[in-house]
């Protein structure tokens, strides 16, 4: 099956500071790849979808200054949280899916602790 | 918008079957997912119906009723490794035309000896 993967898995930072995040799909192309994040027993909240070569499109209350998204290249996406806030440390996923299939392949999580 | 309703706990013996229900409200609506997700993990793709009727795939099967809103995943032949987050998910069309996929709160199943 298709292969998403993040990096880091997993990263403590201070307030204040940028955080960048990684989602890559590995051995597909992927034309859209979605940003969630997901609090502690909480389910996943779309922050925004990305198209290759496109603006993020953003879910509403989701800054778009704070949390950046490029979409560079059809294998990779990157998410960078700004300014960073003890409120903002989160699990955050990734999801890659390649034009005309409807399945969503996920990468494995970053997991972000604000200090 | 979307509004998905699932139970928030079970509790299931091992070697049972367990149906784990979904119900939605959505004005475009374009195909229904499950995913499941150990604590820690990122979900993993289970099942995606978009006609009526059940999916079997293994000890999973999937059921979508659109005229009802309603869905649920049967698990059958309980296994410990089973007890997981069971995500309930929705995808539809918005007026621009935009596919957008929104996730229900899940289901936490416990799977007990």
């Known amino acids: 099956g298709a292969v998403v993967s993040q990096h880091p898995s997993w990263v403590i930072c201070k307030s204040g500071t940028s955080v960048k995040i990684e989602c890559r799909s590995l051995d597909f192309q992927a034309t859209t790849m979605f940003w969630y994040r997901q609090f502690p027993k909480q389910s996943l909240m779309l922050m925004a979808t990305s198209n290759e070569g496109s603006k993020a499109t953003y879910e509403q209350g989701v800054e778009k200054d704070k949390f950046l998204i490029n979409h560079a290249s059809l294998t990779l996406s990157t998410l960078t949280v700004t300014s960073a806030h003890p409120e903002d440390s989160s699990f955050y996923i990734c999801?890659?899916?390649?034009?005309?299939?409807?399945?969503?392949?996920f990468g494995p999580g970053t997991r972000l602790t604000v200090t | 918008g979307q509004n998905i309703d699932q139970p928030t706990e079970m509790t299931a013996t091992e070697g049972a079957i367990v149906q784990i229900n979904c119900t939605y409200q959505?004005?475009?609506?374009?195909?229904l997912f499950w995913y499941q997700q150990h604590a820690g993990e990122a979900p993993t793709f289970l099942s995606y119906n978009v006609l009526d009727g059940l999916e079997e795939k293994g000890r999973f099967s999937s059921f979508l009723s659109r005229s009802k809103g309603y869905s649920y995943l049967l698990l059958k032949e309980l296994q410990m490794k089973d007890s997981a987050s069971y995500l309930c998910?929705?995808?539809?069309?918005?007026?621009?035309?935009?596919?957008?996929?929104?996730f229900g709160t899940g289901t936490k199943l416990q799977v007990i000896p």
């Open positions: 998910a929705v995808r539809d069309l918005n007026s621009g035309g935009y596919q957008k996929v929104t």
């Open positions: 999801s890659a899916r390649w034009s005309r299939t409807y399945e969503q392949y």
């Open positions: 959505t004005s475009g609506f374009n195909g």
